[in-house]
C-alpha cells in the first residue's frame, strides 16, 4: 500500500479524456494499479507511453483517492536557483496585509509568484536574477517560502471549535486567488479561499460561523465556514444525473444531483438499480460535502 509523503517509480502507460473532458495520463504504481495525473500540469516533463517517473504521494483523501506529484525534472524542494524577475505586484499576505512580490519565470517560463526579499541589495527590477529557495513542488510548479508566518494566527481560538467572524473585505493575494478577509472574535485577522464559498453569500460588512480546522499534517490552520445547505451526517435524497466507469479502477462514478440544484460525485463498486441514491455526508471540506452512499 502506498503510503503518504513516500515517493514510488511509476510508468507512464497511456494519455487519456476523463468524463470532464480533460486529459489524464494513466499511471502504473508499484503495486500495479492505475492512478492519473492531470496533463496540463506536467507538459514540460517529456511523458511519453513507457516514461518512468518517480512521483510523491501528496496526499490521500478520506476516499482512498491518491493524489501524486511527479518529481520535476529540474528543482528539488528545499533547494535553491536562480530565477529571473518578469514583474512586480502588490497583493495580500495571509493575515489579510498588503505585501509587494515579484513573479518571476521558472525555467519552463511559468509565471509563480515570490516573497519580495526583505533586505535586497542591490535594488531589484524587471529583469534582475534572484535566488530563491523551493519549499515544494506543486502541480508541476515550484513554491516559495513565504515571508508571512502563521504562529500565532489563532492565538486565543482552540482548534476544533466554531466561532463567528466578520468578513471585512474580498481580496486577491500573492497568487492571484479571491480571499475573504475575515475578523476572528478576538480581533485577529484571518484570510479565507473564496472560490470554495461563492455559493454561501459571505459578503464584506457580514457575520458568518466558521470552524477552525487543520488544514494537512504539516500546514497551518485554517477556517471552515458553516454549510448553509448540509450538515454532518446529515442524510440525503439525490438523483442520479450520470454514470462513468473510472477508468483507472473497476468501479465507477455517480454524477448526483441534489434539492438546491448542486452536482456531487461519488464512487461505486456497481450501478444503483433505482434513479436516486441515499448518501450521509461525512463531513465538509472546502464548502463541500463529502458524502457517502448508504
Known sequence: MLKEGREYLFIAEKEINTPDNKKHWVLKGPDNKKYLIPSSYYYDYGIIPGFKIMCRVDKINCQGKIYLEPRHPAYKEGEKYEFVISSFAIRTDISGNEEKIMIVKD?????????????????????????????????????????????????????????????????????????????????????????????????????????????????????????????KDQTLTLRIKSTSKVPSENSFILRLIDEFGFTHTVLTSKIPENDSVICRVLKIRKGQPLLALL
Open 107 to 231: 525555467l519552463f517560463g511559468n509565471e509563480i509568484p515570490a516573497p519580495f526579499p526583505e533586505n535586497s541589495t542591490p535594488a531589484l527590477y524587471t529583469g534582475s536574477k534572484v535566488i530563491l529557495k523551493v519549499e515544494k513542488i506543486y502541480k508541476g510548479k515550484p513554491v516559495f517560502f513565504q515571508n508571512s508566518s502563521p504562529a500565532g494566527h489563532f492565538a486565543g481560538l482552540r482548534y476544533g471549535n466554531t466561532y463567528k467572524f466578520f468578513a471585512e473585505k474580498i481580496i486577491k493575494d500573492i497568487e492571484g486567488k479571491e480571499i475573504i478577509v475575515a475578523r476572528d472574535p478576538v480581533g485577529k485577522i484571518h484570510t479565507i479561499p473564496y472560490k470554495y464559498y461563492k455559493h454561501y453569500k459571505i459578503f464584506p460588512g457580514k457575520f458568518f460561523r466558521g470552524r477552525i480546522i487543520k488544514h494537512s499534517r504539516n500546514g497551518p490552520w485554517k477556517i471552515e465556514p458553516e454549510n448553509p445547505f448540509y450538515k
